[in-house]
Nanobody, 120 residues
Framework: QAQLAESGGGLVQAGGSLRLSCAAS????????MGWFRQAPGKEREFVAA????????IYADSVKGRFTISRDNAKNLVELQMNSLKPGGTAVYYC????????WGGGYWGQGTQVAVSS
């Protein structure tokens, strides 16, 4: 059974940085797209960034372009999200997800989430 485990959340001041990690286990993810989503209080879950495990192509939401960087470490089965210049609007639970190429995110694997709080 595939599992995703996020870590690295915490409290940070606006303008600061955090690095989130997602440890993937239980299967081979070479044909998967790995993504980060976030859900702020009272809002719907939204896409943040994604990376193709094979090839490393990346996609970002407009709201985080230039500030966030998604990367993967094949040897460690790890996906990371470097978040710089954080804004108070970045306060949310951040989720790691994995889905096979071409399939909807809702049908993939999801982690339990890690809380990020950005103070103004």
């Amino acid at each position: 059974q595939a599992q995703l485990a996020e870590s690295g959340g915490g409290l940070v001041q606006a303008g600061g940085s955090l690095r989130l990690s997602c440890a993937a286990s239980g299967r081979t993810f070479s044909s998967y797209v790995m993504g980060w989503f976030r859900q702020a209080p009272g809002k719907e879950r939204e896409f943040v960034a994604a990376i193709y495990w094979s090839g490393g192509n990346t996609i970002y939401a407009d709201s985080v372009k230039g500030r966030f960087t998604i990367s993967r470490d094949n040897a460690k089965n790890l996906v990371e999200l470097q978040m710089n210049s954080l804004k108070p609007g970045g306060t949310a639970v951040y989720y790691c997800a994995a889905v096979q190429n071409g399939l909807p995110w809702g049908g993939g694997y999801w982690g339990q989430g890690t809380q990020v709080a950005v103070s103004s």
